[in-house]
């Protein structure tokens, strides 16, 4: 499967993205979990959210009161719906999916198959 991220770009502090993960050659929905990542300068890739096969949602403490995911199966993506956005939000973000969720889905290296990654800045 290839994995395509969108949606990112500038905005202000307290505004909102929708950030998409569109996939050809494969059903986002057949895989175990897909999620979000993000890599902000100089830091770590850190975990934002997943969804698995069954439509179970994980989101990452720090963000869960403001990062919703979901996904649209008739369109084969996975979105994350970003809203209150902080200047810490300021990130590349990569969509990431994987062929079984029982291992685990906070880690990268749960996780098969990338998007190149979209970036996201915010400005305060």
């Known amino acids: 499967v290839q994995l395509q991220a969108s949606g990112g770009g500038l905005v202000q502090a307290g505004g909102s993205l929708r950030l998409s993960c569109a996939a050809s050659g494969g059903t986002l929905s057949s895989y175990g979990m897909v999620g979000w990542f993000r890599q902000g300068p100089g830091k770590e890739r850190e975990f934002v959210a997943a969804?698995?096969?069954?439509?179970?949602?994980v989101q990452a403490e720090s963000m869960k009161t403001r990062f919703i995911i979901g996904r649209d199966n008739y369109a084969n993506t996975v979105y994350l719906q970003m809203n209150n956005l902080k200047p810490e939000d300021t990130a590349v973000y990569y969509c990431?999916?994987?062929?079984?969720?029982?291992?685990?889905?906070?880690?990268?290296?749960?996780?098969?198959?990338w998007g190149q990654g979209t970036q996201v800045t915010v400005s305060s």
């Open positions: 969804i698995t096969r069954t439509g179970t949602t």
């Open positions: 990431a999916a994987g062929a079984d969720s029982s291992s685990g889905i906070l880690r990268p290296g749960d996780y098969n198959f």
